[in-house]
């Protein structure tokens, strides 16, 4: 597996991208203004994710996401790391990103790579997605903001 930027050829990997996101509006947004890398395998695009800078000294990993039939082997991990090299090669003092109330495998995944927990955005997901979200049993309402020290 190879993780490269995506060429500026190419179409994003919308299907990747939706799993993390359900608004194609916000994922649009930030493709337009961030970076998109993609893990390749063998031609096949099986994961992506994209870094926008969001401070002169952050940058936040926007979107992330593996296909699923890939899933809990690793592949999600090594993108985390991925981005976090990118962002200490850059510059940058800080990586963040962000994940709802009822992600418990996100937020155990990003744990796991280093980010400590430093906020919570109550209400982010009931004031900017119309559709009800529910994880693991819970209602998603609230954005939690993990941050990373480079
Ligand atoms: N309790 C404890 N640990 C857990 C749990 C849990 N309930 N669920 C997952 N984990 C751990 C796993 O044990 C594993 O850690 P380990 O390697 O120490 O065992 C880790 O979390 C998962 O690691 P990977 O296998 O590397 O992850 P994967 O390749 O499945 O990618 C991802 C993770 C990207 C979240 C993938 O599941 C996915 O694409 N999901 C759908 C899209 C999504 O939700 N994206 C994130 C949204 S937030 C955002 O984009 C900023
Ligand atoms: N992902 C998703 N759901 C989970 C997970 C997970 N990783 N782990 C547990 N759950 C859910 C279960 O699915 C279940 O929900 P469900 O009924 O919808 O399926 C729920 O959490 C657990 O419910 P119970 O079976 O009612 O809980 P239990 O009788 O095991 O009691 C308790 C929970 C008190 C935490 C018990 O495990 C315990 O005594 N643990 C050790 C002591 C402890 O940690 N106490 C809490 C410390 S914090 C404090 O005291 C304020």
Do not use: W
Not at 15 to 23: E, F, K
Not at 56 to 75: D, F, H, R, S
Not at 121 to 148: A, K, Q, T, W
């Amino acid at each position: 597996m190879k993780i490269r930027r995506l060429r500026h050829d190419e179409h994003a990997p919308m299907n990747l991208l939706l799993l993390a996101d359900p608004s194609s509006e916000k994922v649009n947004d930030y493709l337009r203004k961030g970076t998109c890398f993609v893990a390749e395998n063998n031609k096949e695009l099986i994961g992506a994710y994209v870094l926008l800078s969001i401070k002169p000294n952050i940058i936040e990993i926007m979107n992330i996401a593996v296909a699923e039939q890939y899933q809990n082997k690793g592949i999600g991990k090594q993108l985390v790391m991925d981005a976090v090299t990118k962002a200490r090669k850059y510059g940058y003092e800080y990586v963040e990103i962000g994940t709802g109330n009822s992600s418990i495998g996100q937020l155990a995944l990003y744990q796991k790579c280093g980010f400590r927990m430093v906020g919570i955005d109550i209400d982010y997901f009931s004031r900017n997605y119309v559709e009800e979200i529910v994880e693991n049993g819970i209602p998603c309402h609230d954005m939690i903001r993990l941050s990373m020290k480079l």
